[in-house]
């Protein structure tokens, strides 16, 4: 089943309907039926309807694609019935959800193929400042599957780098849109490592979201990812004012302690 719900994400902006996982799974579509009751408590198609409105809320979040191009991008009729779709389970149009601080929707919604071992908490942390190097990447959304390969084994050649001659890395992260290309998002990384300190941070006092994990750097890619999409958009969290930021600090050999803080309203 694993391997479905796999193909389901990798194919997610081309049409899928139920027969194509039929032949796929070689389920009965009565068996798949349940099956995809069981795993997720939805239907094979509010399964999919679910997965493709995720996808589509963060391009509204991150880019600049109007309705139109999106509603093209995940083969809705018309940019008017994915307006009609959206609005009926976020409670707003598309437009109204961009300018909005809301992430995501409280449905029951998951995707068995993704990983379910990450740890949060929310936390009051205390505000303070620190000083970083600011490394801009700006990521083209098109390609959906690999957009932030190259700029995370880039963040992470600089954080192995460090580790050799510190025992902590503070960095903060915001994202927007880019304002150059309506299909592409800025990352702003403010890194701290002891070393060229020229940009100024300061990270408000407040409540917050926060993933700790602990094992070696190469297993913390991707978990702020995990971290937007699994929790703050599952339970309809309003992402407060602020900047992301996390926290790396060196054990013993290759083992680190990382945690990954986000802004919320609580």
Known sequence: MINIFAWINKNIESPINVEDLVK?????????????????GHSVAEYVRLKRLSYTAHLLKLTNLSVLDISL?????????????FKRYYQMTPLAYRRSQQWGKKIHFVDPSER????YDFVYYEGDT???????????????????????????????????????IRSSVSYYPSLHSKSSMVVDYVYDDGANSKTDI??????????????????????PNVLYRNILYAHNLIRGNGRDFEIIERDKGHTINFSYYIPVKM
């Open 24 to 40: 796929i799974s070689g389920y009965s579509r009565r068996h798949l039926h349940t099956l995809f009751m069981q795993y997720t």
């Open 73 to 85: 991008r995940y083969h809705y009729d018309s940019p008017q019935s994915f307006s009609r779709v």
């Open 116 to 119: 379910t071992d990450v740890v």
């Open 130 to 168: 620190f000083s970083g190097s600011l490394h801009q990447f700006h990521l083209d959304m098109s390609s959906r599957l690999d957009f932030w390969q190259k700029a995370a084994m880039q963040i992470n050649d600089m954080k192995f780098r460090s580790l050799q001659h510190t025992s902590q």
């Open 202 to 223: 300061a990270i408000a006092s407040g409540d917050y979201i926060k993933i700790s994990r602990r094992g070696i750097l190469n297993d913390m890619v991707g978990l």
